[in-house]
Each structure stands twice: as C-alpha cells, then as structure tokens.
C-alpha cells in the first residue's frame, strides 16, 4: 500500500467493456478498468475468477488459445492492441511478462537476458549489450549476487534469483508495461520479499499489473487493487481503501474470508 | 457466501469482545460505586473504588495485547480490520471513563465529613445516565448498530445540558455564599468528571459507526 500519486493521469492502460469467452465459456463480463502509468495494480480473487484471463488480455497472451473470443477493448496509450495492424511481438515487448514459475532458458545468466536485445536487434555491439545486460540485471536487484558468474548456468541459480533473472529478461527489452502472473507463488518468503521490494522500485519506471493469491501481497505492493468474481470486476479501488473500508459485501466477504 | 473460513479468527474475536463486555461492566460498576460513595459519604467505598482501577487498567493492557496478537497473527481486513483496531480505542476509552469514576471517589476523600451542599438530584441523574449510555454502546458495537451509535451521541447533549445546569447553580450559590465555594467546586468535579464520561461514551459510538459503516467522523462537534 502506497500513497497516490495526485496529480490525474490518463491511463496507461484502458480496459473497456471487455468480453472474453473460451468457446461458449464467458470467462470475462463486461470488464472495464483504467491502468495509471507508474503504478502497481493488484489483481485478486478466487481461483477461476478471470483475473489471469484478464491479465493475458493485455498483452494477447490468449491470442495462442484456439477457439477463444475476445469483445471489448484493450487500448495501450490510447492505441486499440486488438487492431489488426498491431504488430504482436512490438506488443509484447512494451508489454513483458513474468510466470507463477521462474523459467529462464537453460543457458547462461547473461544469455538469458541479452536473449530480447539480440532477437530484436536492439544492440549494435557487444559494448551496448554488457551495458543493457548489467543495467536490467541491476534494475531486477540481481547484479550483486550474478556479476561474477555472468556465464554460470542460470539454472544453477535459486529459485527467487531465477525468478529475478527473468524479471531481467524481460527489463532488457525495454518494457513499458510489466505483467506478473502469481510471480511469488513458487518462492519462500525471503525470496518473496525480494520480489515485492523489486515490484515496487520498478514502478517507479514501470507499470505493473500482478495476478496474486495472496492477499497481503496485493496490500503490501500494490496502488490499486481490483476484486475479480465469476468473471466480473467487482471493485476496483485504492489498495488501503479495499483492505479497510471496501464498498461490495462480495469484496468484504472475499477479503475477510467470509465465503466459500 | 455467508459461511467462515475463519473459524480461529473469529473465536480469538470473541474471546476479545467478552472480555471488552467484561470491562464495560467493571467500568459501570465504578461509576455506580462512586456515586454510592458520594450519596453515602463511605470514604471506605471510595477507596475500594481507587483500588478497583488498577483491575480495570490491567484489564486494559490485556485486551489490548490481545489485539495487537490477532492482528500480527490473523491479519484481518475490512469490517475485522476496523473493529478489533476499534476494540483498542473502545478499552482506552473506557479506561478513562473509569479513571473519571475513581476522580469522583477521589473528591468523596477530599470532602471529608463536610456536610454536602445540597442534595443531590442532577448528579445521580448523571450517572443513570452515563451508564444507560455505556451499556447501549457497547450492545451496539457487538451488534454493528450504527442508529443506536448515533442516537447514544445524541444523548450526550443531555448530559451536556445537565452539566451546564450543575454549572450555573454551584456559581449561583458559591455568588451567594462565598465560604461554600470549596463544597461547591468538589460537586463541580463530580459533574464535571461525569461530563467527561459522556464525551467518552460519544468517542466509543463514533467508533462503532466506523465498525459497521466505514464511515469516520467526529459526533457532537
């Protein structure tokens, strides 16, 4: 839970009335939610509620699931990430993403995080990729504890470094939008810590949604938390506002453990 | 969706309110004590009721321990969050109020064997009173009954009132008869004491209209 920032801002992300549907499954209703740049926004809810449907709609992760259908939009700065014109792999790059699980390449620390710049083609020489390989591995607070084995294995690492690396990899692209899927669920509380204190660091530069089954993660990282329920946002809020004095009895219920 | 997953959180709860019942009622027997030690002039009852505050505070420092258990162990949120943070402000509310007793039986000390002033009518009518309240608040805070909150604010007017017109005849009388003055300023803080509790028993109900509503506002400013 942080204080707002308090100037107004026009959305880094715009969700309107979206609509997701596995073949006659709706898994979405009807979601409409405006993401603030530089903010960190916590998805919560049951399991099957929709909130990692959600989440993979805003970058088209669902795009790979056959006989899925999607209504509504989805408009990145403005621009509609749905329109046919929209180049996928440009999407995914401003907008990255990190797994439940961390699941770095089987390849070297540095590897995995100079994967993007050299598939894209971000880097003229092998002086700029060091610079964009110690600078994302820096950002995902990794550095210290990789500088001297950049070619070590990065299975090698543990868990939570793993997953740090990955939160690398997906820096050295140069994202706008963060994506986080459970990012926590796989560590130990040390690790999870870590992470949490890196969420926060990065929305200083970043803009970050995270998907979480724990409750007071979503209260200790996020600005904005939002209730998922049967595919309905039920209350997009204040983080402190929805842990203290939440609106929707299906929030308090949900939130207080009051519900089956 | 109505059933508990938090079976453990709300017994700890429970065990926490019984006990926050358990000091409203020592609390209310403080007040009634005092006024019994002032009708009477029993400074013995008087000082069982100093001696009787130390049990209250410790009562006190215990439920509040208690809280700060649940909190760090159970982490609750919402409408659980507000009210056991609530229980905290009620346990130090009401041990003012019993400070506020024992400040009566103080004053009992003090008088004496001085004859009284005058009889008592509005002080006792006080205590009826501030008791009435303290019992409707705590019921309405174990019930989230915010209406009942605010028509206890409400009454603290009354005791306003009554406070005001102890007031105005004690300086009527002490213009009068200047060498009563002294007998006259300790029933002044006996009221003034009782005065004091019903701004306690006010806090209290703005605390239970924040449990059930969410809703923080100050009564009777």
Redesign the interface.
Known sequence: MRPMANKTQSPKIAVQELDFYYGSVRALSLVSMEILECQVTALIGPSGCGKSTFLRCLNRMNDMIPNTRLEGKVLLDGEDIYHPSVDVVDLRQRIGMVFQTPNPFPQSVFDNVAFGPRVLGLTRGREELDAIVERSLKRAALWEEVKDHLNAGAMELSLGEQQRLCIARVLAVEPEVILMDEPTSALDPIATLQIEELVRELSKRYTIVVVTHNMQQAARVSDKTGLFWLGELVEFDNTARIFTRPKEPRTEAYITGRVG | ??????TA?DREFIQIQDNLLQMGSMVDQAIALSLESLQNRDRALAKQVIDDDENINALRFKIEDACLALIATQ????????AVVAVITIVINMERMADHAAGIAKTVILMGDEPLLKPLIDIPHMVRLAREMLGEVLQAFVEHDADTAQMIANRDDEMDRLYQAIFEELLEIMADKPDSAERATYLMWCAHNLERIGDRVTNIAERVIFVST?DMRELNV
């Open positions: 969706m109505s059933y508990s997953l938090r959180y982490q609750p949120a919402a409408s659980d969050l507000r969410g």
